[in-house]
Structure formats: C-alpha cells, structure tokens
C-alpha cells in the first residue's frame, strides 16, 4: 500500500533538479530513529529515503510527516519502504514486485527515469529465496537504471566486512553474475554496530546503467538512534550519458543506451 501521491499539495522545498539526494538506513522499528530520520530529511534536503524495518503502528507507517510519499507493500510487518520527500519526484509503487520486505519505486526526477528498491533479507530465510526477490526486480528492470538498497543480514570481505559467510557468499555469486555493483567503500566505520559486534550487512547495489550515477558513498558519522548507521549518497544527473566514475574497485561501465519508459504492465 502506498500514501496518496496524486492529490496531495506538499510544501515546496529547495532541491537541486539535477541532483537526488539520498538515504539508505534501517529503523529498527524505532520511533526515536524515525524522529531524527525526518530531522536529516528537513536539514539535508533528502530527496529518497531507502528503508528497512520502519516504525510502524497496526501495519502503518508512523512518525513520517504526512506530506512525504510513504511507499510500502503487504499486510501487517512492514520490513521495507522508501520515503520519497521531493515534490519534483514522480515515483509509482510497482506492486507485482513489492511485498512486506521489499519496495519497487519507478521514479522519473524529469532529468532521468529509473527504478529504486529497498529490500530487507530475513537471516531466517533461506538465501536462495533471498536472491529470487533480488532477481525479479533485476529482470523487470532490465535495460533502465537500478538502485537497490539491502539490509543483506549476509556478511562478505567483498563489501569490506572481516568475513565471508555462505549467505555472502551466494550474493557475491549472483551480483557478479548479473553485472550488479556494490556501491560501499572501506570506511572506519561499519554500517551494523551493537553490543554484540559490528558488520557491513547494509549494501548499496547499482546495475550498469545507474553506475556512473551515484556519487558520493560514505557512511554518516551522525547518530542514527539506530544499530545501524545511515548511509548516504547521491544520484547526480547532470550528465545523463555515459560517465567517468573513480574508484579503486572492480567494476565496469557501460555506454548506456537510451531506454526511454518501460512498459506499464500494470493498471
């Protein structure tokens, strides 16, 4: 379900049109973290917030201001949404592809159209059905930009963590075999920090397309209220053709064609 997006006037805000600002944080349920959440969106001027476990109230998101775009999907335990604050964003739940632990967004920005998807992976579940998820937004978004932000609960050298566990090592395997590019960089800091340890589970994940895209990546030293730090970074969309991107990692990019709107398939 999803927050009317069509009727609702929202307060105009100062945005950079060539620009997307964005956040990637687990909640934890938590309404102080939701509360300072909001805060970094006002004082930042976020323009998508990707979310795992957010506070929520019978099945509702709480804590939001009302004159966001709150996306989520299923019944009951809500584990994923996205939280679109820029009134200049056009973004369309694609429900076939959303449930309780994930959230599909197709966002047109009027510079660039691309797709944003926030997932939560389940420890719990096998990893295999993990993937899955992952695949079908790969596939229905193939040849158009894609963002995926993760709370994986999967632990890999690979995204700068101090090991590698199977469910790491099964995404390891399907990103690189479906061309998708881990976005984090070594930090001192982790993105995952409790009494119990510290890891990099939360991921940030762009196919060919969006890659020269995202800029930015770092982990925010700000106090999230949260196990989990806020991951921060942008979309700059100055130059909607190909681009440079400097990193040390392994990664590749693409001329990117021109893809125009995918089909609609739903009513």
């Known amino acids: ?3 009317p997006q069509t009727t609702r006037k929202m307060e105009k805000r100062n945005y950079d049109k060539h ?3 964005c956040n990637h944080v687990n909640l934890q349920h938590s309404k102080d973290a939701t509360d300072n959440l909001m805060q970094v969106i006002t004082t930042e001027k976020i323009g998508i ?3 795992q476990e957010p506070y929520l109230f019978h099945g509702r998101p709480l804590g939001i201001t009302n ?23 056009d973004a369309l739940l694609i429900t076939q592809l959303s449930d309780n632990d ?6 047109d920005n009027g510079q660039a159209h691309f797709y944003a998807a926030s997932i939560y992976l389940d420890y719990n579940d096998p990893i295999e059905n993990n993937i899955k998820t992952i695949e079908k937004i790969v596939k229905f978004t193939k040849g158009a930009k894609l963002i995926i932000a993760i709370d994986s609960n999967s632990r890999s050298t690979t995204w700068y963590d101090v090991l590698t566990n199977s469910r790491g090592k099964a995404l390891e395997e399907f990103f690189a075999s479906n061309q998708l590019h881990i976005i984090n960089e070594d930090s001192t ?12 589970i939360d991921l940030t994940i762009v196919n060919n397309q969006m890659l020269a895209v995202i800029k930015d ?10 196990d989990h730090n806020i991951i921060k970074f942008n979309l700059n969309f100055t130059n909607n053709k190909e681009q440079k991107y400097v990193f040390s990692g392994t990664r590749y990019i693409m001329q990117e064609q021109h893809t125009g709107f995918l089909k609609n398939y739903f009513s």
């Open 189 to 200: 800091k982790t993105t995952f920090h409790s009494s119990r340890g510290s890891s990099n």
């Open 102 to 107: 994930a959230v599909l967004l197709e966002i």
């Open 49 to 51: 917030a990707l979310i």
């Open 19 to 21: 620009q997307v600002r």
């Open 67 to 89: 004159r966001y775009r709150t996306f989520i999907a299923g019944e009951g335990n809500s584990r994923a949404a996205i939280v679109v604050s820029d009134t200049t964003i």
């Open 217 to 226: 990546w770092k982990i925010s030293e700000e106090e999230s209220c949260s």
């Open 1 to 3: 379900m999803a927050a």
